[in-house]
């Protein structure tokens, strides 16, 4: 997604320098990584399979915190919000304190 939304011309409506973005390709099988879990995250950010593979010495040096909510992500546009904010604006301040 982020790709997706990289803006493709500058300010002033020219195409950006350098070379274009180049599209990523995952490889759909990946290997076992053979890099160190981060310690101290909550449960819930590590797969579960992996983690109920581990030995109890394992488990408390990864000293996984509680369950955490994921954040919600919201996309929004910034016109749209200017937009908003314009109406905003010009509705009476009065109004404002009644709603």
Same mark, same amino acid.
């Given at each position: 997604?982020?790709? /997706? %939304?990289?803006?493709?011309?500058? *300010?002033? @409506?020219?195409?950006?320098?350098?070379?274009? !973005? /180049? %599209?990523?390709?995952?490889?759909? *099988?990946? @290997?076992?990584?053979?890099?160190?879990?981060? !310690?101290?995250?909550?449960?819930?950010?590590?797969?579960?399979?992996?983690?109920?593979?581990?030995?109890?010495?394992?488990?408390?040096?990864?000293?996984?915190?509680?369950?955490?909510?994921?954040?919600?992500?919201?996309?929004?546009?910034?016109?749209?919000?200017?937009?908003?904010?314009?109406?905003?604006?010009?509705?009476?301040?009065?109004?404002?304190?009644?709603?």
């Amino acid at each position: 997604m982020i790709d /997706r %939304e990289k803006r493709q011309t500058n *300010a002033y @409506g020219n195409r950006r320098s350098g070379n274009t !973005a /180049r %599209e990523r390709q995952r490889v759909a *099988a990946g @290997g076992v990584s053979t890099r160190r879990a981060i !310690a101290g995250l909550p449960l819930n950010f590590y797969d579960k399979t992996w983690y109920a593979g581990l030995s109890a010495w394992d488990r408390a040096l990864l000293n996984a915190k509680p369950d955490m909510d994921a954040p919600v992500l919201v996309r929004y546009d910034y016109f749209e919000i200017k937009l908003l904010t314009d109406i905003m604006n010009s509705v009476p301040s009065d109004h404002h304190a009644s709603m």
